[in-house]
């Protein structure tokens, strides 16, 4: 079975703190995906990565910056953390090419104080 | 613009009953179609899916329907059972502009009444 490990499953910080999340996933698989949930609005992605050192921006990256640099971590920072960063975090991965199922983490849920 | 609307927030079935969670697509170019099940405090893990060349798909208790026609799809659970009460979110994915992305939906939470 797939296994992603997010570092944290409940993180407290307060505004205009560096955080970063970290996630970690054991299937060798090329593809990782950083997402946030929220009510009402689905899974919205955040950054994605088909590659070490690769990165892509998703539909909402303003404020989040990425980093892989090994296959298996996938980090996302919020480079000075606001309130309306408080959300649920998701990490993913999948095998590369279209029609891949994505294998979660259980989520960070972040709160910015 | 949502591409990708679940119309329902929550949806109440009692157990034994069929569930029926449909999903509404606009982009025509959307060629693959997930369905993933979260629990609270757990991330989503994906059921089941569906290409665009087919109009049903089945496993176990689990079928999707594809209307491509109307782009609509469905999940069907028969019989629902307790363990079922999660939230449901389908994702749609294909154009081809949006690489590996899923498209995903806000979710209908189901609740399966003993």
């Known amino acids: 079975d797939v296994k992603v490990t997010q570092s944290s499953r409940y993180l407290v910080k307060r505004t205009g703190e560096k955080v970063f999340l970290e996630c970690v996933q054991d299937?060798?698989?090329?593809?990782m995906f950083w997402y946030r949930q929220d009510p009402g609005l689905g899974l919205r992605l955040i950054y994605f990565s088909y590659d070490v050192k690769m990165k892509e921006k998703g539909d909402i990256p303003e404020g989040y910056s990425v980093s892989r640099e090994k296959k298996e971590r996938f980090s996302l920072i919020l480079e000075s953390a606001s309130t309306n960063q408080t959300s649920m975090y998701l990490c993913a991965s999948s095998l590369t090419g279209f029609h891949q199922p994505q294998h979660f983490g259980d989520g960070t849920r972040l709160s910015i104080l | 613009d949502q591409q990708v609307k679940q119309n329902s927030p929550s949806l109440s079935v009692q157990e034994g009953r069929i569930s029926i969670l449909n999903c509404d697509y606009t982009?025509?170019?959307?060629?693959?179609f997930l369905w993933y099940k979260k629990y609270p405090a757990e991330g989503p893990t994906f059921l089941i899916s569906?290409?665009?060349i087919k109009d049903k798909n089945e496993d176990g208790r689990f079928t999707v329907f594809l209307n491509k026609s109307a782009k609509h799809l469905s999940l069907h659970i028969v019989p629902s059972q307790p363990g079922d009460s999660a939230v449901y979110f389908c994702a749609a994915s294909g154009d081809r502009d949006s690489n590996y992305q899923l498209i995903w939906g806000a979710g209908t939470k189901l609740i399966i009444k003993p």
């Open positions: 569906i290409s665009s």
């Open positions: 299937m060798d698989h090329e593809n």
């Open positions: 982009n025509s170019m959307f060629d693959y």
